[in-house]
């Protein structure tokens, strides 16, 4: 376990923290803060035990370079608000300026560093520009699991030059709910995936079969494991050079005794852009159409399998969510999902939009704020922001 901003004295230090402020802007304005209410914990938790803050986070993705449209000052004034205090805006990350912004900064006092990512050297982990990060705080504090798996300046390479670096509370419980899927979980251990590629998903299916008891596929990915078992499915999306690989893992299942669960029927449309689709038996598929959403007998047999689980794992739509005509599978399994007895985890940002579309966001176990980081975790990929933060 790492070692985590409760178990170091913060009073009358500046903390640096590295959180995910990466929310999406309309007009001037933050259209959705869950991002910046997640890291408020940890933010209370540092000012309210005598810390001076320095916060930074990156915001989309600008060319290299200062840009207007990536500042990071409609996440101050929404920080302001959501913590009843003022939060400037730093002119930029690293400088003269900054230095003295940050010295100056009192107990319980906050600032918000500019974009991390106008400067190249934070997404080339440059240890220069991580140096000058450093200089800022005396204590590191990483809060963004979401952002964990890059090895990014403020992320990896800040480390060297900036201890004790620790863990947030953000970070510790997405460690925590991943942790007691990974390496105790209650079983049966049911793995729900979907999106639209194999090549996407397949080192994380090759490693979940070895933890997994069940392992449900929809969405577009699995039409290549349908493929695999020699079913035509149309014009439904299929990589044939993933087809060898989805049938060795589905005898790799078979022969660990995991079951798979795939769709027995499909939405089915012309393309993505029919106004709607019928559901038709997966063997049934017309050959000039395509299944673009899992169909009703697919949602009942998939809610049959997650009534007996005791640890959901879900990432990924089970059909074009983003279409209204084609996300009623996906809906329909969030509710299955929440309905579930089981502990259930979730992550990735198309799997969370389905369970609030749902309404079931309260009926969840833990929600993750990671897409990328959660998957490669779950595939047991080394993180460069948890390898760079000292052990408990």
């Not at 929404?78 to 690293?94: E, K």
């Not at 996407?200 to 039409?223: P, Q, S, T, Y």
Request: net charge negative.
């Amino acid at each position: 376990m790492k070692r985590s901003i409760e178990q170091i004295d913060l009073a009358g230090r500046h903390v640096f923290l590295r959180a995910d402020l990466n929310a999406p802007l309309e007009g001037g304005a933050v259209t959705d803060d869950t991002r910046l209410t997640a890291v408020l914990p940890t933010i209370r938790y540092a000012l309210e035990r005598g810390a001076a803050l320095v916060l930074a986070s990156h915001l989309g993705r600008p060319k290299g370079g200062p840009d207007p449209k990536y500042s990071l000052q409609p996440v101050a004034e929404r920080l302001a608000s959501l913590l009843d205090r003022p939060v400037p805006l730093a002119p930029d990350c690293v400088g003269e300026r900054v230095e003295a912004m940050a010295g100056a900064l009192k107990p319980g006092e906050v600032l918000l560093l500019e974009n991390l990512r106008f400067h190249p050297e934070e997404e080339a982990n440059d240890d220069d520009f991580a140096r000058r990060l450093a200089a800022l705080a005396d204590v590191y504090v990483n809060d963004a699991f979401a952002a964990a798996h890059r090895a990014h300046a403020s992320i990896a390479a800040i480390t060297r030059h900036l201890q004790p670096a620790v863990a947030g509370l953000l970070m510790r419980r997405e460690l925590e709910a991943l942790g007691r899927i990974l390496e105790s979980p209650a079983r049966p251990l049911a793995a729900v995936l979907g999106g639209a590629k194999v090549s996407d998903k397949i080192a994380l299916v090759e490693h979940l079969l070895a933890r997994v008891d069940v392992l449900v596929i929809g969405g577009g990915m699995a039409f290549t494991f349908l493929r695999a078992l020699g079913h035509g499915v149309g014009t439904s999306l299929v990589e044939p050079d993933r087809v060898e690989t989805a049938r060795t893992a589905l005898e790799t299942a078979r022969r660990r005794g995991v079951q798979v669960a795939l769709p027995v029927d499909a939405v089915v449309a012309a393309g993505l852009d029919s106004p709607s689709g019928r559901a038709v038996a997966i063997r049934d598929i017309p050959s000039g159409q395509m299944g673009l959403d899992i169909g009703p007998l697919t949602v009942e047999r998939f809610a049959a399998v997650l009534r007996t689980a005791k640890t959901i794992v879900w990432n990924g739509p089970m059909g074009v969510f983003e279409k209204p005509a084609f996300a009623t599978g996906t809906v329909a399994l969030a509710r299955a999902v929440a309905e579930s007895p089981a502990f259930s985890v979730i992550g990735g940002g198309d799997t969370v939009a389905a369970v609030n579309q749902a309404g079931v966001a309260d009926r969840i176990g833990y929600i993750s704020t990671a897409g990328g980081a959660f998957l490669e975790f779950l595939e047991g990929r080394p993180l460069p922001g948890l390898e760079a933060l000292a052990e408990a």
